[in-house]
């Protein structure tokens, strides 16, 4: 999706440094790893940062970036046509050996993508057709003490991966400064989410850059940027459209940009590069061993957020609601890609569960900006 004329990322005070390292930061990463750095992939929501941290990694959280058609169509032909354009962006970018620099390619298990992304990967590791290794972080979603069990053990198994990939270990210590460097994003990016629903709080555009420089740079590199921009904000407009924002997560800072170009506030969003990162941090003291603190990961993990591909339809509803509330958003909009069904299905129940105009942009509309801003123009007019 393209942003709307006239729409900009560069604007007064801190945002235009936190968008410009928003902009640049998997190229900033690959010139770290290149540089020797441990940078360590990530795919999706469920792998705990903290602890590719420990493991003596630099977790890097791999954003899908738009690609030539033809890189793109490679990696079609590999996983298949009816697979998220998330998952086909990020097979492009490792067939074409752009992240070749990383350490290795972390993949959760959080949708038939993610699971077709490292199987495919996997194998043409195996065969020698790419350079980049790759390991499943096979969590599971199910309120049980046997799903913790193996939620357990499958991070444990990813920490023997990164160590072997780093050359680190896992101790006291290390344990100790990853949670103290994720105890301090969280709170700076606690602070930026409070902060959203008043009306001199950050724009959604600002949020998620946030939220994207903080899993993809290292802290003393993103914090002070995202800080930066809460201590300048840029006004928002005073008849702007508080929205709660649902459905696939976007590629990119386009559709964010669309919609506040369009007179829209993104005041919450329930997608795995937004507020729901937040839910997922670990809370108390730094655990000791790494036994204690996948458990600690597991269990947060575990009682974040609902995600579509993981959760219920109620709990989905429930969650849309309680945000709807908590920022005061007075309308919601839901945009699912085609071959992402799993927001969709949910969508219905998260309407009526909300109490505010909605509106559904599904399938190829999803990636057209004309059909999202007559969306938000039927919003406007019901709101």
Do not use: C, K
């Not at 705990?48 to 493991?55: D, G, R, S, T, Y």
């Not at 199910?142 to 991070?155: M, Y």
Request: aromatic fraction near 2%; charge should be neutral.
């Amino acid at each position: 999706m393209n942003a709307a004329p006239g729409s900009t990322v560069d604007a007064p005070g801190g945002l235009t440094g936190l968008a410009a390292r928003y902009a640049t930061r998997t190229s900033a990463a690959l010139q770290r790893a290149a540089g020797g750095a441990p940078v360590v992939g990530v795919v999706g929501r469920d792998v705990p940062a903290a602890l590719v941290a420990a493991a003596g990694g630099e977790p890097f959280r791999v954003p899908p970036r738009e690609r030539a058609a033809a890189e793109v169509a490679v990696a079609a032909e590999h996983l298949g046509g009816a697979v998220d354009r998330a998952a086909l962006l990020v097979a492009a970018a490792v067939l074409a050996g752009e992240l070749d620099p990383l350490r290795g390619l972390l993949i959760a298990h959080d949708g038939e993508g993610s699971v077709r992304l490292h199987a495919v990967l996997h194998e043409l590791h195996r065969r020698g057709r790419t350079t980049l290794p790759v390991h499943l972080v096979d969590q599971v979603h199910l309120p049980r003490e046997s799903t913790v069990r193996f939620n357990v053990q499958q991070v444990l198994s990813m920490l023997r991966t990164v160590e072997a990939w780093t050359g680190g270990a896992v101790d006291e210590g290390s344990l100790a400064d990853a949670w103290a460097q994720q105890q301090r994003t969280t709170a700076v990016l606690r602070d930026l989410h409070d902060r959203r629903p008043h009306p001199a709080g950050p724009g959604g555009t600002v949020a998620l850059h946030a939220y994207g420089l903080a899993a993809g740079a290292p802290g003393a590199e993103a914090l002070p940027a995202i800080e930066a921009a809460l201590a300048r904000p840029v006004p928002r407009r005073a008849d702007g459209l508080p929205l709660w924002l649902t459905g696939s997560a976007p590629v990119g800072d386009d559709l964010y940009r669309l919609l506040e170009s369009a007179g829209a506030v993104v005041v919450g969003e329930d997608h795995d590069w937004g507020d729901p990162v937040l839910t997922d941090a670990p809370a108390g003291p730094a655990p000791r061993t790494r036994e204690a603190a996948a458990e600690v990961a597991v269990r947060a993990r575990l009682v974040g957020a609902p995600a579509a591909a993981t959760s219920t339809m109620a709990a989905r509803a429930a969650a849309t609601a309680a945000g709807v509330a908590r920022t005061g958003a007075r309308a919601l909009l839901a945009v699912v890609r085609e071959h992402d069904d799993a927001p969709a299905w949910d969508y219905s129940r998260q309407r009526a569960a909300a109490g505010v105009p909605a509106a559904l942009v599904r399938g190829a509309a999803a990636d057209d900006p004309q059909a999202v801003l007559d969306a938000l123009a039927v919003l406007r007019r019901s709101a």
